[in-house]
């Protein structure tokens, strides 16, 4: 007789477990079964329920429960979350417990001669569902023509009826102030940053999120819960990512500059050399004009920056596994401003003016998304220091010995352990860092990357938040709030999301974005407080411009800044601040929807300010539902200058399309000269990324 071995006795018990010995099982024994099986087989044993303890089996991906005689379910069937396939045909079912929403991993469900008459609409957050079996039952709560298209049309059936949860989330600021400490006593040195990536609408698709109800996808939907986000937080600066160039010109322009906000917007490069930019996304910057003055902007696009170091990163007919093809044809953007304070207090002195900051240099990037494209995410980010340090110098403070604070934020598409994270909070990664992969980057790869900017996460001190994007495939943090830690400090942050909060993923009929959003309230340090400049103790990074802080570059530059790509473009700036209480009241006002209304639309209970800041022209809370109606507002259109504006309807295309020509040939002159020798080049008008999300 052959020996059976102890593993492959457990392995049959699990698999192959008998009635009596499956209803006299005791905990003990259910948690000493081996957890490597995946499949529970307890079908035809004429079972009547099931144990509570089913729950501990939370390794299973399959259980069969079919022909036996349940009645019931208890609750702890459905925490074994880690399900693909579930039999419970021919039982003696009459319903299906909600909670079966939450084994979002089921592929495969078999529900089959019970005596079921209806489907709780909870089955429409299982959207890796690709069977669905009903047969033997008298479903009366869906349509036969529902009934008979099958799984995916039950699915999306129950999906867009799911009524939005109730929420009542409330994200507190977590203060880093120590007892004792205090705050500036003027609110011009406190400065609420506010970063959110607002998900595009030509990525916000039943394809990419098929657990979000479709009404809840919807644009007209989506943006008023993206601007009551904003006015809830009410921050001084607001940076958002993806948002559509026709959305920025129609609906957050007008609506920001109705708050008393100012707008910059830049799009992707390829919005310049497509037919339809209009849905080309970018980076925004929001400013509280009645808080700051534009003083000069900036446009950073990261393809310009790479061909113009062409010589420095070399091309595969240099040297072999070159990176620079691979980075020149992605055409991520960041946008920068440098702002000018406003003193909102009359009665300071000479002396107490003097003391008050004077700029800030806010910069807003999305670094390219691919996972597999680390060294270019690396690449990119490198160019956003080395541009930001440029700007740095060149506003430094009237003895030259500071540089502008800055605070930096954005989508990075990296997690803390990447190197990006690292060349931002550290200073510097070396050249063979495992990012950079087999790519070759000439002087970056061969001397490292480093900058001499001294920036700090805002959330490091409490860690990063566990994530800030939530979607099916993916889990984690991507966006951040950095700062130069010599100039600038942190009094406080928003409270993180936490995994409790999302039902499924992202977006969702309460949160509009697939991201979350990043708050923190920092205080501009004085004169006196701030610090020496930064420097790198691996790599001592030299500041570009050394010793010319107004020339784009000299013979000591090590990054040899371009002066083309320094060009300022205004796309739209507000004339003034509104009255911001009355602006809140027209959108309340002007309210409606065509969409279901979620069942609780304050989802997002938070105090504007931390305890300790109160502007004296903060706007008043909006309480109630603080968005507008989508209305036949034109189209945004590109002029000769290559700037967006709204000209309105009757402005043909052709004039657009040469104007976005005209810039180009005006801003990528040097694109041209490497055409012939790099023919991938030609195709970079029409380069959108192999068709994937940005």
Same mark, same amino acid.
């Given at each position: 007789?052959?020996?059976?071995?102890?593993?492959?006795?457990?392995?049959?018990?699990?698999?192959?477990?008998?009635?009596?010995?499956?209803?006299?099982?005791?905990?003990?024994?259910?948690?000493?079964?081996?957890?490597?099986?995946?499949?529970?087989?307890?079908?035809?044993?004429?079972?009547?329920?099931?144990?509570?303890?089913?729950?501990?089996?939370?390794?299973?991906?399959?259980?069969?429960?079919?022909?036996?005689?349940?009645?019931?379910?208890?609750?702890?069937?459905?925490?074994?979350?880690?399900?693909?396939?579930?039999?419970?045909?021919?039982?003696?079912?009459?319903?299906?417990?909600?909670?079966?929403?939450?084994?979002?991993?089921?592929?495969?469900?078999?529900?089959?001669?019970?005596?079921?008459?209806?489907?709780?609409?909870?089955?429409?957050?299982?959207?890796?569902?690709?069977?669905?079996?009903?047969?033997?039952?008298?479903?009366?709560?869906?349509?036969?023509?529902?009934?008979?298209?099958?799984?995916?049309?039950?699915?999306?059936?129950?999906?867009?009826?799911?009524?939005?949860?109730?929420?009542?989330?409330?994200?507190?600021?977590?203060?880093?102030?120590?007892?004792?400490?205090?705050?500036?006593?003027?609110?011009?040195?406190?400065?609420?940053?506010?970063?959110?990536?607002?998900?595009?609408?030509?990525?916000?698709?039943?394809?990419?999120?098929?657990?979000?109800?479709?009404?809840?996808?919807?644009?007209?939907?989506?943006?008023?819960?993206?601007?009551?986000?904003?006015?809830?937080?009410?921050?001084?600066?607001?940076?958002?990512?993806?948002?559509?160039?026709?959305?920025?010109?129609?609906?957050?322009?007008?609506?920001?500059?109705?708050?008393?906000?100012?707008?910059?917007?830049?799009?992707?490069?390829?919005?310049?050399?497509?037919?339809?930019?209009?849905?080309?996304?970018?980076?925004?910057?929001?400013?509280?004009?009645?808080?700051?003055?534009?003083?000069?902007?900036?446009?950073?696009?990261?393809?310009?920056?790479?061909?113009?170091?062409?010589?420095?990163?070399?091309?595969?007919?240099?040297?072999?596994? $070159? &990176?620079?093809?691979?980075?020149?044809?992605?055409?991520?953007? +960041?946008? /920068?401003? !440098?702002?000018?304070?406003?003193? #909102? *207090?009359?009665?300071?002195?000479?002396?107490?003016?003097?003391?008050?900051?004077?700029?800030?240099?806010?910069?807003?990037?999305?670094?390219?998304?691919?996972?597999?494209?680390?060294?270019?995410?690396?690449?990119?980010?490198?160019?956003?220091?080395?541009?930001?340090?440029?700007?740095?110098?060149?506003?430094?403070?009237?003895?030259?010995?500071?540089?502008?604070?800055?605070?930096?934020?954005?989508?990075?598409?990296?997690?803390?352990?990447?190197?990006?994270?690292?060349?931002?909070?550290?200073?510097?990664?070396?050249?063979?860092?495992?990012?950079?992969?087999?790519?070759?980057?000439?002087?970056?790869? $061969? &001397?490292?990357?480093?900058?001499?900017?001294?920036?700090?996460? +805002?959330? /490091?001190? !409490?860690?990063?938040?566990?994530? #800030? *994007?939530?979607?099916?495939?993916?889990?984690?943090?991507?966006?951040?709030?950095?700062?130069?830690?010599?100039?600038?400090?942190?009094?406080?942050?928003?409270?993180?999301?936490?995994?409790?909060?999302?039902?499924?993923?992202?977006?969702?009929?309460?949160?509009?974005?697939?991201?979350?959003?990043?708050?923190?309230?920092?205080?501009?340090?004085?004169?006196?407080?701030?610090?020496?400049?930064?420097?790198?103790?691996?790599?001592?990074?030299?500041?570009?411009?050394?010793?010319?802080?107004?020339?784009?570059?000299?013979?000591?530059?090590?990054?040899?800044?371009?002066?083309?790509?320094?060009?300022?473009?205004?796309?739209?700036?507000?004339?003034?601040?509104?009255?911001?209480?009355?602006?809140?009241?027209?959108?309340?006002?002007?309210?409606?929807?065509?969409?279901?209304?979620?069942?609780?639309?304050?989802?997002?209970?938070?105090?504007?300010?931390?305890?300790?800041?109160?502007?004296?022209?903060?706007?008043?809370?909006?309480?109630?539902?603080?968005?507008?109606?989508?209305?036949?507002?034109?189209?945004?259109?590109?002029?000769?200058?290559?700037?967006?504006?709204?000209?309105?309807?009757?402005?043909?295309?052709?004039?657009?399309?040469?104007?976005?020509?005209?810039?180009?040939?005006?801003?990528?002159?040097?694109?041209?000269?490497?055409?012939?020798?790099?023919?991938?080049?030609?195709?970079?008008?029409?380069?959108?990324?192999?068709?994937?999300?940005?």
């Amino acid at each position: 007789m052959e020996e059976v071995s102890e593993e492959e006795e457990g392995r049959k018990r699990v698999t192959y477990i008998s009635k009596g010995e499956y209803l006299s099982m005791g905990v003990e024994n259910i948690t000493k079964l081996d957890e490597t099986w995946s499949a529970l087989d307890v079908s035809n044993m004429g079972l009547r329920g099931l144990s509570p303890n089913i729950g501990i089996y939370n390794h299973l991906t399959a259980l069969y429960l079919n022909n036996n005689q349940l009645i019931t379910l208890p609750p702890a069937l459905f925490d074994l979350t880690s399900l693909t396939h579930l039999d419970l045909s021919t039982n003696l079912l009459k319903s299906i417990p909600p909670e079966i929403g939450k084994l979002v991993h089921l592929k495969d469900l078999s529900l089959c001669n019970n005596y079921l008459r209806e489907l709780p609409l909870e089955i429409g957050r299982l959207f890796r569902l690709e069977r669905l079996l009903l047969d033997g039952n008298r479903i009366t709560s869906l349509p036969d023509e529902v009934l008979q298209q099958g799984t995916n049309a039950i699915f999306t059936f129950l999906r867009d009826r799911m009524p939005a949860p109730a929420s009542n989330i409330q994200r507190n600021w977590i203060s880093y102030l120590k007892e004792g400490d205090v705050p500036g006593s003027e609110t011009d040195c406190r400065v609420t940053v506010f970063c959110y990536n607002v998900l595009a609408e030509t990525y916000a698709t039943q394809d990419r999120h098929p657990y979000c109800p479709s009404w809840a996808l919807n644009w007209n939907y989506r943006k008023q819960k993206v601007l009551k986000e904003i006015l809830n937080c009410d921050p001084d600066i607001c940076c958002l990512q993806e948002v559509e160039a026709r959305r920025f010109v129609e609906y957050f322009e007008p609506e920001m500059k109705a708050l008393g906000y100012s707008g910059l917007f830049r799009p992707k490069s390829r919005a310049r050399t497509i037919q339809d930019w209009q849905k080309v996304d970018g980076c925004v910057i929001f400013f509280k004009t009645s808080k700051f003055e534009l003083i000069e902007e900036f446009a950073i696009e990261f393809q310009s920056l790479a061909l113009a170091r062409h010589d420095k990163i070399g091309s595969s007919k240099q040297v072999e596994n $070159s &990176g620079f093809e691979r980075l020149i044809t992605k055409d991520n953007v +960041a946008i /920068a401003c !440098v702002l000018q304070f406003k003193p #909102t *207090n009359d009665d300071l002195n000479d002396d107490e003016r003097a003391k008050l900051p004077e700029k800030l240099l806010v910069a807003n990037t999305h670094i390219h998304w691919d996972p597999s494209l680390c060294d270019v995410k690396l690449m990119q980010t490198q160019l956003l220091m080395e541009e930001l340090m440029r700007i740095g110098d060149k506003f430094k403070d009237s003895v030259g010995k500071h540089r502008v604070p800055m605070v930096v934020c954005g989508d990075f598409n990296s997690v803390p352990e990447s190197g990006v994270y690292e060349l931002l909070t550290k200073g510097g990664v070396k050249g063979d860092h495992a990012d950079f992969g087999p790519y070759y980057y000439g002087e970056y790869t $061969s &001397g490292g990357m480093s900058h001499n900017m001294g920036l700090c996460s +805002a959330y /490091a001190p !409490v860690s990063e938040p566990g994530f #800030t *994007n939530y979607t099916a495939d993916f889990i984690g943090a991507l966006d951040y709030l950095f700062y130069t830690q010599g100039s600038i400090r942190v009094n406080a942050v928003l409270q993180p999301l936490d995994k409790s909060h999302v039902v499924t993923a992202l977006p969702n009929a309460v949160f509009p974005s697939d991201h979350t959003s990043l708050v923190a309230e920092f205080e501009i340090k004085s004169k006196k407080e701030a610090d020496p400049p930064f420097q790198h103790k691996l790599f001592a990074a030299k500041s570009p411009n050394k010793g010319n802080s107004n020339s784009s570059s000299s013979s000591n530059n090590k990054f040899g800044s371009p002066s083309h790509n320094s060009l300022p473009r205004r796309v739209s700036e507000g004339s003034g601040a509104s009255r911001v209480s009355g602006a809140q009241a027209n959108l309340n006002m002007r309210y409606s929807s065509t969409s279901p209304p979620p069942a609780n639309d304050d989802y997002y209970n938070s105090p504007q300010k931390p305890p300790h800041h109160r502007h004296s022209h903060s706007s008043s809370r909006v309480t109630g539902n603080a968005g507008m109606h989508y209305g036949g507002v034109p189209g945004p259109q590109m002029g000769s200058n290559g700037r967006i504006s709204n000209l309105g309807p009757g402005r043909r295309a052709g004039a657009t399309e040469q104007g976005m020509a005209s810039e180009m040939e005006a801003r990528h002159h040097h694109m041209h000269s490497y055409r012939n020798e790099y023919p991938i080049l030609k195709y970079m008008p029409t380069n959108r990324d192999g068709g994937q999300r940005k």
